[in-house]
């Protein structure tokens, strides 16, 4: 993993035999995404993407093993590649480190995948697929 490299998760329940997805708003609260965050040195990605969700949604659940896929993202500290995990969950927390400055929403797979940036919604419109089928 490069040093910018980054973790993802996607967030998931089921209710009413739906797939719904756990979105967070992004640092400035202005755009609806999922948690992610930097790879801290020695961390696994999957520990990041795991630390990330309780973090930034105050989420606990089983992670898979492997990632679902990873994208490019270009930001302010340049390219870097995005592992992205996909989480069951099995705990919601009231309040979280990050609950201060994000807001948590749980939206059904098509309305999340939409609200997110290109690059993240094939991996919503896959996991919807996957779990529904």
């Given at each position: ?40 040195e020695g961390e696994h990605p999957r520990d ?40 069951r969950v099995t705990k919601v927390l009231e ?38 089928s």
């Amino acid at each position: 993993m490069a040093r910018n490299d980054k973790a993802a998760v996607i967030p998931y329940r089921i209710r009413n035999a739906r797939v719904e997805v756990a979105l967070v708003t992004t640092s400035s609260g202005k755009r609806w995404s999922v948690p992610k965050g930097s790879i801290d040195e020695g961390e696994h990605p999957r520990d990041a993407a795991i630390r990330e969700a309780e973090e930034e949604a105050g989420l606990r659940g089983v992670v898979a093993r492997k990632p679902l896929g990873r994208y490019r993202h270009g930001s302010n500290e340049g390219q870097c590649r995005v592992e992205v995990y996909v989480m069951r969950v099995t705990k919601v927390l009231e309040r979280w480190l990050e609950d201060d400055t994000r807001r948590r929403r749980w939206m059904k797979a098509p309305a999340a995948a939409a609200c997110l940036r290109e690059e993240l919604q094939p991996f919503v419109e896959v996991l919807e697929r996957v779990l529904e089928s």
